[in-house]
Nanobody
Framework: VQLQASGGGSVQPGDSLRLSCTTS???????????IGWFRQAPGKEREGVSC??????STYYSDSMEGRFTTSREKNTVYLQMNSLKPEDTAFYYC??????????????????WGQGTLVTVSS
């Protein structure tokens, strides 16, 4: 069971990016009802929750600072993070992760037991 995050890059303030988190083919059914969260970690800072989508009903959750600019969605075996109006402070490695019990608790990384590798987002003028 693996997660693969992609879509990072270097953009200017105000630009948009869409990150993708894909489950490996052999895990598509296994993770179908798991929550998939996005976290980010900037240099020298702790990892923080960004968004989460429930596997059971597709409910979405966002950290306060991202709500309104970021949108997460799920299509088949891919979870997306659409990021609009990017700011320099959004610069970080972004990770997707899976929670088997579908809790979508963005305040802690503990429940998320499967992690993809990070994809770097750099926002700079």
């Amino acid at each position: 069971v693996q997660l693969q995050a992609s879509g990072g890059g270097s953009v200017q303030p105000g630009d948009s990016l869409r990150l993708s988190c894909t489950t490996s083919r052999d895990s598509f059914v296994t993770l179908d009802y798991w929550a998939i969260g996005w976290f980010r970690q900037a240099p020298g800072k702790e990892r923080e929750g960004v968004s989460c989508i429930s596997g059971a009903d597709g409910s979405t959750y966002y950290s306060d600072s991202m709500e309104g600019r970021f949108t997460t969605s799920r299509e088949k075996n891919t979870v997306y993070l659409q990021m609009n109006s990017l700011k320099p402070e959004d610069t970080a490695f972004y990770y997707c992760a899976a929670d088997q019990f579908d809790r979508c608790d963005l305040g802690t990384t503990g429940p998320f037991i499967i992690w993809g590798q990070g994809t770097l987002v750099t926002v700079s003028s």
